[in-house]
């Protein structure tokens, strides 16, 4: 009776140098202990320069290894059925003045982006407009609105995105995270089917 193996790829693996892919890099195995140990050790695709930055390993060529090298096992794969290995190299130390001028451009843009905001919308009229209607008086600023609506504006900025600086207020994941998290969901379907997919005749004992 053939032993039954659950085999379930993880869905991204970031390697950072160029080794060989084994079985245990990118999946997860329920099986006897024994079996496991030599099952992990399974070379699948030797990574090289031209495989560039991304790959792609396919469960059924997880399979196919698996049940070559161990005819004796049943596999069943459960989860994704690709992996993505994003091979990275060592990143710099981004520059000072490089962080100060991104930060400058960020600041200025988000500043623009909201005085026009304020002025499609008559923002000063309409707190000029308030003040009058509780005061019964006419000024041209109302400070007394204007800086906490200021300081609210602020505030609510950061409740929405949900980070002072590095930290986050709560485990809530804020707007910006769950678009950032569609957006890599997108792209790495978009991977598994373009990009530089490991195939079956490819000989992971090939340097």
Request: hydrophobic share 45%; aromatic share 10%.
């Amino acid at each position: 009776m053939a032993q039954i193996v659950y085999l379930r790829l993880r869905k991204k693996v970031d390697m950072t140098s160029y080794r060989p892919v084994l079985l245990k890099d990118i999946a997860y195995l329920a099986c006897s202990l024994s079996l496991k140990q030599k099952l992990e050790t399974i070379p699948l695709h030797y990574i090289t320069k031209k495989d560039k930055n991304i790959i792609v390993i396919d469960g059924v060529l997880v399979i196919e290894k698996m049940a070559e090298l161990f005819p004796e096992i049943e596999v069943q794969l459960i989860g994704p059925a690709q992996t993505i290995i994003t091979i990275t190299t060592k990143k710099r130390k981004p520059a000072i003045w490089m962080v100060a001028g991104i930060w400058l451009l960020l600041f200025v843009g988000a500043a623009m982006a909201i005085m026009n905001f304020h002025y499609d919308v008559s923002m000063e009229a309409v707190q000029q407009k308030l003040h009058f209607m509780l005061t019964g008086e006419k000024v041209k600023h109302p400070f007394w609105i204007q800086v906490p609506y200021s300081i609210g504006l602020g505030l609510g900025m950061i409740l929405f995105f949900n980070h002072i600086f590095n930290k986050k207020i709560n485990e809530e994941p804020s707007p910006l995270e769950v678009e950032v998290f569609k957006y890599q969901q997108s792209m790495d379907d978009y991977v598994t089917i373009n990009e530089n997919k490991v195939e079956n005749n490819d000989d992971p004992r090939s340097t």
